[in-house]
Nanobody, 127 residues
Framework: QVQLVESGGGLVQAGGSLRLSCAASGGTFSRSAMGWFRQAPGKGREFVAAIVRSGGKTDYGDSVKGRVTISRDNAKNTVFLQMNNLKPEDTAVYYC????????????????????WGQGTQVTVSS
């Protein structure tokens, strides 16, 4: 069983930056592909970013591409989401997700493919 705990959310003005962290425990982090998703009030869960086990391949949602960077530190069992040039429409609860994979190259944008989820961290961007 993998436990995920997000941190780093908060209130920021438009144009600002935040760095989210997700600490994993209880499993083999280095064998897990990781993803970030978000959910705004009244909307469905949206893919933000994903990264393969080694960190060598990433993918981003169209709405955040060019403004966010996902990275991971396997020695610290942590995945990060650096968000720059934030916009009010980025306001949402951000969730970290994990899936243990057999292959190095596995990566997906589909939320239903992930096995474990954190409880989320709120990001609010004021205009």
């Amino acid at each position: 069983q993998v436990q995920l705990v997000e941190s780093g959310g908060g209130l920021v003005q438009a144009g600002g930056s935040l760095r989210l962290s997700c600490a994993a425990s209880g499993g083999t982090f280095s064998r897990s592909a990781m993803g970030w998703f978000r959910q705004a009030p009244g909307k469905g869960r949206e893919f933000v970013a994903a990264i393969v086990r080694s960190g060598g391949k990433t993918d981003y949602g169209d709405s955040v591409k060019g403004r966010v960077t996902i990275s991971r530190d396997n020695a610290k069992n942590t995945v990060f989401l650096q968000m720059n040039n934030l916009k009010p429409e980025d306001t949402a609860v951000y969730y970290c997700a994990a899936r243990q994979t057999l292959t190095e190259i596995w990566l997906t944008t589909r939320s239903e493919a992930y096995e474990y989820w954190g409880q989320g961290t709120q990001v609010t961007v004021s205009s």
